[in-house]
T-cell receptor
Framework: AQSVAQPEDQVNVAEGNPLTVKCTYS??????LFWYVQYPNRGLQFLLK??????LVKGSYGFEAEFNKSQTSFHLKKPSALVSDSALYFC???????????????FGKGTKLSVKP | ETGVTQTPRHLVMGMTNKKSLKCEQH?????MYWYKQSAKKPLELMFV???????ENNSVPSRFSPECPNSSHLFLHLHTLQPEDSALYLC?????????????????FGEGSWLTVV
């Protein structure tokens, strides 16, 4: 069965410092990995994804994530955090070799990012 | 603007009421989804529709009744709900359901409908 874990409920960062939001996954086939962001009282917005190719994926708002197959991780990073980055971040995984319900996107429980001035 | 529009954004209903949530996508997608987001719980997939046909129902109580009249519209009909059903209900769409290597498998979400059952 596929699963995704976000080990930190909350990450606190000072503005201007680099940030990392961690995600690890477990799938039996090829992982398709996604990051979404949810601002207060809003829906989920797609940030970036890894399907195949370059392990470093660049996305919206200056975010990037690195796919690490040996560590089964897909951590979200940004070189310099902004106060406006404060939000809830969700990692999600899908098994790219499966169809139907076996290929559904599985979401982590979310990590709250707080960036202080 | 994500291309997925949900109405109403906020709904308060009594346990004996009947109401509906509406979702419309302007992305030309073939698959639509309902998710439930409750406080301190993971995002729960409720229903999946592909080309107006329901392809998944994740053991959702019958007091939630989805309807997909065409590939652009999705409804969630609500009746005799319980207070524990209060949550953010998110509609989403994607190009298709089956996984593949194309970018069409990104799921795009609406802004959500906040439901409070009193």
């Amino acid at each position: 069965a596929q699963s995704v874990a976000q080990p930190e409920d909350q990450v606190n960062v000072a503005e201007g410092n680099p940030l990392t939001v961690k995600c690890t996954y477990s799938v039996s086939g090829n992982p398709y990995l996604f990051w979404y962001v949810q601002y207060p009282n809003r829906g989920l917005q797609f940030l970036l994804k890894y399907i195949t190719g370059d392990n470093l994926v660049k996305g919206s708002y200056g975010f990037e994530a690195e796919f690490n197959k040996s560590q089964t991780s897909f951590h979200l990073k940004k070189p310099s955090a902004l106060v406006s980055d404060s939000a809830l971040y969700f990692c999600a995984v899908r098994d790219g070799t499966r169809g139907g319900s076996q290929g559904n996107l599985i979401f982590g429980k979310g990590t709250k990012l707080s960036v202080k001035p | 603007e994500t291309g997925v529009t949900q109405t109403p954004r906020h709904l308060v209903m009594g346990m004996t009421n009947k109401k509906s949530l509406k979702c419309e996508q302007h992305l030309g997608h073939n698959a639509m989804y309902w998710y439930k987001q409750s406080a301190k719980k993971p995002l729960e997939l409720m229903f999946v529709y592909s080309l107006e046909e329901r392809v998944e129902n994740n053991s959702v109580p019958s007091r939630f009744s989805p309807e997909c009249p065409n590939s652009s519209h999705l409804f969630l009909h609500l009746h005799t709900l319980q207070p524990e059903d209060s949550a953010l209900y998110l509609c989403a769409s994607s190009l298709r359901v089956a996984p593949g290597v194309s970018s069409g498998n990104t799921i795009y979400f609406g802004e959500g409908s906040w439901l409070t059952v009193v």
